[in-house]
């Protein structure tokens, strides 16, 4: 379970950073808002998750997932532009998180 919290905290990391965009420095109501909930859904799943995962591994995939699925978002909605380096690098970044899910982590005390 604590993995699937950590994921869906990503998802919410990515929420608000887009959000986080469109706020346009915090000037625009609506994206400012989406920008705080998710934001605190995003940071309640980090600490939920990390109760029995190693901080340093969740981190590297929340923030992983995360800026993954940011830039997906803005390929896909053409906020930015698409390129095969770009999606060559973004597939490096999910081969480096499915690596760290893979990896036995040491026990806690």
């Not at 995360?66 to 906020?79: D, R, S």
């Amino acid at each position: 379970m604590p993995w699937i919290i950590l994921l869906v905290s990503a998802v919410f990391e990515a929420v608000w950073a887009t959000a986080l965009g469109h706020s346009e420095g915090f000037s625009k109501p609506l994206p400012t808002v989406v920008f705080l909930v998710a934001l605190a859904i995003s940071m309640a799943g980090l600490g939920i998750a990390v109760r029995s995962i190693p901080i340093g591994t969740g981190y590297a995939i929340w923030t992983g997932v995360g800026a993954a699925l940011t830039v997906i978002w803005a390929m896909a909605t053409g906020e930015e532009a698409f390129s095969p380096a770009k999606a060559l690098l973004i597939a490096g970044i999910v081969a480096a998180v499915v690596g760290l899910k893979l990896v036995p982590s040491r026990a806690r005390p």
